[in-house]
């Protein structure tokens, strides 16, 4: 078992840090030092890619009440998103200057053709406005530096200027900028203006918990901390806390 804050750190070959992951079920910013996840300091924004996808399906069904649209399977929103959809970096300017919208048509491979303006930054907004969804907390910036406020403030400076990106969430374009963006107008909100967060957004953090997993399991330290089958027929299920404790 371990921490996938940690390992998404571990991805880049850093040790201490926050961690911002934003995958397919939720979003979480939780500080790491030293190896350790910093629980009390971690914060999770139940909005991430699923929901983002039947937003989007509610969005198109909104602009097009047709039947097709609203029985399109969930690979097909799912690769709709990916393909078309990107964060805006002034969303209520872009919203109310239609100018702006870069509409695209998309062909689903069954014949039919979808056309999305707005709805291409519309989608992944709620991730920064979880209102837009009905929903009273914060978006995943005032998150990531609520984490950072939480911890000590000897650690804050050090933690923040490795902020990991994680997740397939965190690969809309405009993504990066929009986060470094509102973290730094939080610092300046409330005080904590020489605190300059230092994004790090590698290409493949899509899979960035999975390379990170890869990469610890393949260190020389690590070999002790496997339980063999045998190990586990011989001792049964004590034999995980004794070894993971």
């Known amino acids: 078992m371990a921490s996938t804050a940690l390992l998404a750190l571990c991805s880049t070959g850093a040790f201490s840090g926050l ?34 996808s039947r937003y989007l399906r509610d969005l198109l069904v909104a602009t097009c009440p047709d039947p097709s649209l609203r029985a399109l399977p969930r690979k097909a929103i799912t690769q709709l998103k990916k393909r078309c959809c990107y964060v805006s970096l002034d969303f209520e300017g872009d919203l109310h200057n239609s100018d702006r919208h870069h509409p695209v048509s998309f062909c689903l491979g069954n014949g039919c053709s979808v056309c999305l303006s ?34 000590p403030a000897t650690l804050r400076t050090r933690l923040a200027n490795t902020v990991v990106l994680a997740g397939g969430s965190t690969l809309f374009p405009g993504f990066t900028e929009r986060l470094e963006m509102e973290l730094e107008a939080q610092c ?32 020389r330290s690590f070999q002790q901390r496997w339980i063999t089958r045998a190990m586990y027929q011989e001792c049964g299920s004590r034999l995980v806390h004794e070894v993971f404790n």
């Open 118 to 151: 707005s709805e291409r930054f519309r989608c992944p907004e709620p991730i920064f406005q979880p209102s837009l969804l009905g929903q009273a907390e914060p978006g995943l910036p005032a998150l990531a530096f609520q984490a950072l406020q939480r911890v």
């Open 19 to 52: 961690a911002v992951e934003a995958g397919a079920g939720v979003c979480h910013a939780t500080p790491v030092y030293a190896g350790h996840s910093w629980h009390e300091a971690t914060f999770r924004l139940d909005i991430a890619g699923s929901t983002l």
């Open 188 to 219: 300046r909100r409330h005080g904590y203006g020489a605190l300059r967060p230092h994004l790090v957004a590698k290409p493949g953090r899509g899979t960035a918990v999975w390379t990170g997993g890869s990469m610890v399991a393949s260190l």
